[in-house]
Structures are given as C-alpha cells and as structure tokens.
Nanobody, 115 residues
Framework: QVQLVESGGGLVQPGGSLELSCAASGIIFRIHAMKWYRQAPGKQRELVAVITSGGSTNYVDSVKGRFTISRDNAKNTVALQMNNLKPEDTAVYYC?????????WGQGTQVTVSP
C-alpha cells in the first residue's frame, strides 16, 4: 500500500513541545524529499519544513529555531519536533512527498496550542 500516515498531534499549552511522526510505505523512502505542511482554520495550506534525500533541511521563517525536521531511512519515517509552541501554530499538519504518479499526502494530524 502506498501511503503516508501521520501521528503525534494533540492539545498542548503555549510553550510546550510536541513531536509529529510520518510513516511511509510503498515508496523507496530514501530517495524522496519529505515535507511537512500545515493548514490553519480558514487559511491556505503552507509549507513548514523540508528535508531532502541527502538530509538538507529548510523551514518557513515563523518556525525557525523552534521546529526541527529529521528522517530515519531505516524506519521509513520523518519527524517534526516542535518546541516553544504558540497558538498560531494551531493547524492540521500534513506529511507530503512527490513521486512520478503525483503528490502523496498523509491524512493529517491536528495540533492545537491553547491555554
């Protein structure tokens, strides 16, 4: 089965931490760049973080210094460690990659940051 499955979302207080995970199956994981997107209520989906097949990373400015993307090719997983969370981080977070057949998206996991 070709799929991405996110996990690790939940409700946290401002300043708290959360780690999201994305498990991939049905693809040659090690050759794919992996991405995390998020979509807040009423907003467009935005790219949050990218990790290439070689391990290079990049982040949207609003999360730099707070979020870290990483991958484990042996486990076919990509993670997003989120620290010092803010209410504006509240969104559904999606794992994404691209292959010759087109975009591949996970189902999304909800992150809510609230007192």
């Amino acid at each position: 089965q070709v799929q991405l499955v996110e996990s690790g979302g939940g409700l946290v207080q401002p300043g708290g931490s959360l780690e999201l995970s994305c498990a991939a199956s049905g693809i040659i994981f090690r050759i794919h760049a992996m991405k995390w997107y998020r979509q807040a209520p009423g907003k467009q989906r935005e790219l949050v973080a990218v990790i290439t097949s070689g391990g290079s990373t990049n982040y949207v400015d609003s999360v730099k210094g707070r979020f870290t993307i990483s991958r484990d090719n042996a486990k076919n997983t990509v993670a997003l460690q989120m620290n010092n969370l803010k209410p504006e981080d509240t969104a559904v977070y999606y794992c994404h990659t691209f292959r010759y057949t087109g975009d591949l998206w996970g189902q999304g996991t909800q992150v809510t940051v609230s007192p």
